[in-house]
DNA sequence: AAATAAACTTTACGCGCGCAAAGAAATTCA
DNA sequence: TGAATTTCTTTGCGCGCGTAAAGTTTATTT
């Protein structure tokens, strides 16, 4: 690398004997330029270590690169996997996700809204808080930036992607009762639609197959999911207020906190007769086959849920059209059979 | 909110009746203006939501606002969460923090450092992937812009904080060896420095207390590392080739991969006498608590970490001086007794 | 070989704001 | 009340790049 630092495209240019303009057009596309030229420039690029400016670049880019993601709780795998896809799948169409996460905060979910703003997005992948969410605020920024919504719904932004709790919930309460005591709901904290959806897909499903739906409500309205399912059960265990022997979770960290509870608690947990306790969770979290023992779950398409939601995003950026017409996909979840239930 | 869509600062400023410089100098500091100024620019606010253009901010200022902060693997909840706590510190001390991944690809932590570099940002916080790191990479970075590196210690950068490896492995392996049979090892992936050095450290450890170290090693080089957990441990139980009854992982990921995996062989963990093996992991996993049996631990006091990163940062960015000397802070691990040993 | 097309260079403007200087207005102090 | 101080306004430059227009060179076609 030569001693004098480049700082400037201008100096880059200079340097590389093209033209400013030219090589703007090569970093816009590589390919746009001559091969020969393409040559050059490399060369150049060899030899200093010039990165164009990126504010300068989005500052006069009739559009920006920018997606602005916004997840409720990066802590959670599953919504760091599903980020990692989101980042993967923009930068590979050449845009420029910039992350966010509310860690399950309203004002935090709200400061990252402001700050996408300011930076002129031309397009939002966000999957809203839920229940904390500040809805006048987050229908005030779709209104400014074609947004896409997932995992959970709130009515907002242009398209919304996600699962079919009622399929897939449907889906396992039937296994359950298929295969022994119809199951009781351990209900998540109704931090968001999901949660809501979750529990009234259970009591449909289980009034469709003639049993009694029974509801454990969890109080607090922490993130702290395996917490929750860790204490609340232990307190069911102890004071032997199970109403059946077969539990299905609202989602894999309840069933993960729950399986803990049991195993302290002495009780064996699995399909077989010789246990005590049937557990089910729902979503196929990254560590549920991890687990003591395995967790049987209903998996969310989340491969799915992603690629459509990027392509429809990608589809509204590219025809700009706001047509009022919000669209909703929801797919369909799996069953995974493991040895929990 | 009035019709007119107000876009600039200049049109922001007309309709409040206060001018450009002083309205910028309110978004920089609201409390560097006079409260009645304070007060109209604030009533303007209300009625027009306007935002400064960042990229046009960025690029004006001497020095931005941008702070850098790579982390190796998102996915995994310990970098989750520093990288929470260091987002939350910076935006407390009025500092936009930039959060990339590297997914433990060297492609992606380049990626990110290119990136980051073209936002020009006043300071950078690593966690270095380490083995598959490109350390020339990495330096090119540190020698533009001021970088403390943290977890993972490459010689890089102006700091770096991390934890002792071997006084918390020594912790844990005196522990072990007081209160039953000297633990083997389940060494780490070598993905990065720690590996390394908490096998040594286990290694001097034991051979300090005059007793011949065992160590298992796992082939593989991925991040996954409680499938490599679970995998190895399935095959050395059913093998029986675990040379002793008690095991220290080189981390709590791993650890949990071999805790499902004795459980599914169906071997009995814990400290009692009517267990069949002993585990012990490494770092206090968030998600440690709740494995079965829970886990016990050294935690690794990434509270202290990130404080004492950020704080050298801040103080780097401050002085602005580039003295040569790399200072490196060790912080203890301390011993988290539960059930699994 | 000439004619057409593609890629280039030169020139010039504008993006939205930070920032500096000089003077005017408002506030504080003696 | 006047002087000193603070805060404001006006004016104007510059950041580093995208982008457009017009003219020039190079590559491709017939």
Redo the contacts between chains.
């Keep these: 690398m030569s001693g004098q630092k480049i700082h400037t495209m201008e100096q880059f240019a200079a340097a590389s004997g093209i033209s400013r303009p030219t090589v703007s057009k090569y970093f816009n596309d590589p390919d746009s330029v001559r091969p020969r030229t393409r040559e050059k420039i490399e060369e150049a690029l060899g030899r200093f270590?010039y990165?164009?400016?990126?504010?300068?670049i989005?500052?006069n880019r009739k559009k920006?690169k920018n997606i602005g993601v916004i997840v409720p709780y990066?802590?959670?795998?599953f919504f760091?996997?599903m980020?990692?896809m989101i980042?993967r799948r923009c930068?590979d169409a050449g845009y420029?996700p910039?992350?966010f996460?509310s860690?399950g905060q309203r004002q935090l979910e709200n400061?990252a809204l402001?700050?996408l703003?300011?930076?002129?997005p031309v397009g939002a992948l966000i999957a809203p808080l839920g229940r904390v969410s500040d809805l006048e605020h987050l229908r005030?920024f779709a209104k400014e930036v074609p947004t896409v919504t997932f995992d959970s719904n709130q009515e907002i932004g242009e398209a919304f992607v996600g699962s079919d709790n009622y399929q897939s919930i449907g889906l396992i309460v039937d296994y359950l009762c298929r295969t022994g005591e119809p199951p009781c709901f351990f209900e998540l904290p109704p931090v968001n639609p999901n949660a809501r959806k979750r529990t009234k897909a259970y009591i449909q499903a289980m009034e469709a197959l003639g049993h009694t739906p029974q509801v454990i409500r969890a109080g607090d309205q922490s993130w702290d999911f395996?917490q929750t399912g860790?204490n609340e059960g232990k307190r069911l265990i102890a004071e032997r207020k199970l109403p059946t022997n077969t539990v299905l979770c609202s989602n894999d960290r309840i069933a993960?906190?729950l399986?803990?509870a049991a195993?302290?608690m002495g009780l064996r947990v699995g399909a077989g007769t010789e246990c005590a306790l049937r557990v089910a969770g729902h979503d196929d979290h990254?560590?549920a086959?991890?687990?003591?023992?395995?967790l049987t779950t209903v998996r969310q398409d989340y491969v799915a849920i992603v690629d459509r939601s990027i392509e429809k995003l990608f589809e509204i950026i590219a025809s700009e059209s706001s047509d009022d017409s919000r669209e909703e996909t929801l797919f369909d979840g799996k069953l995974m059979l493991r040895?929990s239930a």
């Excluded at 703003?117 to 002129?120: A, C, D, K, N, Y």
């Design positions: 270590n990165t164009p400016n990126l504010f300068a989005n500052q920006t990066l802590a959670d795998p760091a996997e980020a990692r980042e930068i420029w910039i992350l996460s860690h400061n402001d700050t703003l300011s930076l002129r005030k395996e860790l993960i906190g399986l803990a195993y302290q990254p560590w086959q991890y687990t003591c023992p395995p040895a």
